[in-house]
Structures are given as C-alpha cells and as structure tokens.
C-alpha cells in the first residue's frame, strides 16, 4: 500500500459544478497537509495548507482534514475551465521537510 | 522577478553523456530540493539539501549528485544518462517544508 493514494482521474465536470478531490493515506504521522495545482507543462504551485485536522477555506477553495479517517479533500466551488490542471496532495510530518505526494488528479471543466 | 529558476527548459541529450541542471531561487529559502516527475505524472523527490543538511533519496542511483555553491543555487548533475532518466526534473524551495516553491521544470530527453 502506497503511503499517500490519489486517484489519477480523469476527472470531468461541467463548468459551475462543485468539484470534491481526495487522497487518503496511511502514515499517522502526518501532521501538515498541502494542495498542489499543475497546468500542464508547468511546475505545481501551492493553492493551500491545513495543519491537523479542520477545515480551511481560500475563496472557491475548500480544504478538508480528517485525521481519524486519515482522509483528505479539496472542494472547488463554481469550477471554472481555468481549474482545468492536474491537483497534487502532499503531507508531511510535523518537522519533517520530506512531502510525500499523491500521484495527482486531473480535472477537467467544460464550458 | 521569477522566484525560483531553472535553466535549460529543454535538454536532449544521448546516452552515456553527463548533463547538469542549474536551479536558482531569489526567495531567501534554505531549504531546495530536486524532483522527478515521469511521465504519470508521479512526483518523487531526490534529493533535499540546506546548508546543514542533504537528504538523499535511497531510490536515486548515484549518478545523480546535487550540487550547491550556494544557499540560493541546487545544481543537479547526472553522470551517464540512461533512457530511463528521461523525465520533468523539478527544483524546488522552502523555508518551512510545507510551502514549497516549484521551478518550471526542466524537459530531460534522453536518446
């Protein structure tokens, strides 16, 4: 079993739909839970980071933790055809500077 | 100002030639690392390094070597490139471990 699962996709929806991406993972020792974004041919970029468990929200964004399911998710509200990229999750533990990351989730938004 | 760089975009190359990579962030970060990233889009990290330490992926074979004269610059050298090697190479930056800072890639073709 791989430390960090993602489901590779792809995943397709209409534009305006709510999207739910999600990773699962089976070390206990992580601590800080990141959100990558890829456009294609481009390195990632952070969309966001939750420490433990919770919720965090960054305008359409919504990031999920749930230690005790050891389950994470990204919501994107109102999906737009520029979300159209490859979504990375990646953890780590708490002073660690080594992420483990996810395989990645392409989605793709139609107008 | 592009905050972390990395030059060539593109590099072909044959086998059994030695290639490096140059990566350099303007960010004030200790912390730089190098990834790999095959054509799954799995993303695998080599190698981290700050000025104290190098974390060296046990994966990795040893005709990678990191190299860095400086805080701000990660060198990637390859020795006796393979087939196998050819990849998106990804450096990225950080000062916390979490929000990291990824280069635009570099396109290694290896014939």
């Known amino acids: 079993q791989k430390e960090v699962e993602q489901d590779p996709g792809p995943l397709s929806v209409p534009e305006g739909a709510i999207v739910s991406l999600n990773c699962t993972y089976s070390?206990?020792?992580?601590?800080?839970f990141m959100w990558y974004r890829q456009y294609s041919r481009k390195g990632p970029e952070l969309l966001m980071y939750t420490y433990s468990s919770g919720n965090k929200e960054d305008g359409r964004f919504t990031a999920q933790v749930d230690k005790s399911s050891k389950y994470i998710s990204l919501f994107i509200r109102d999906s737009q055809p520029s979300d159209s990229a490859t979504y990375l999750c990646a953890m780590s533990a708490g002073g660690s500077y080594i992420p483990t990351f996810g395989r990645g989730t392409s989605l793709i938004v139609h107008p | 100002d592009t905050a972390v760089s990395q030059t060539p975009k593109y590099l072909v190359t044959q086998m059994g030639n030695d290639k490096s990579i140059k990566c350099e962030q303007n960010l004030g970060h200790d912390t730089m690392y190098w990834y790999k990233q095959d054509s799954k889009k799995f993303l695998k990290i080599m190698f981290s390094y700050n000025n104290k330490e190098l974390i060296i992926n046990e994966t990795v074979p040893n005709r990678f070597s990191p190299k860095s004269p400086d805080k701000a610059h990660l060198n990637l050298h390859i020795n006796s490139l393979e087939l196998g090697d050819s990849a998106v190479y990804f450096c990225?930056?950080?000062?916390?471990?979490?929000?990291?800072?990824f280069g635009p890639g570099t396109r290694l073709t290896v014939t």
């Open positions: 070390n206990s020792a992580f601590q800080y």
């Open positions: 990225a930056s950080t000062n916390n471990g979490r929000e990291q800072y």
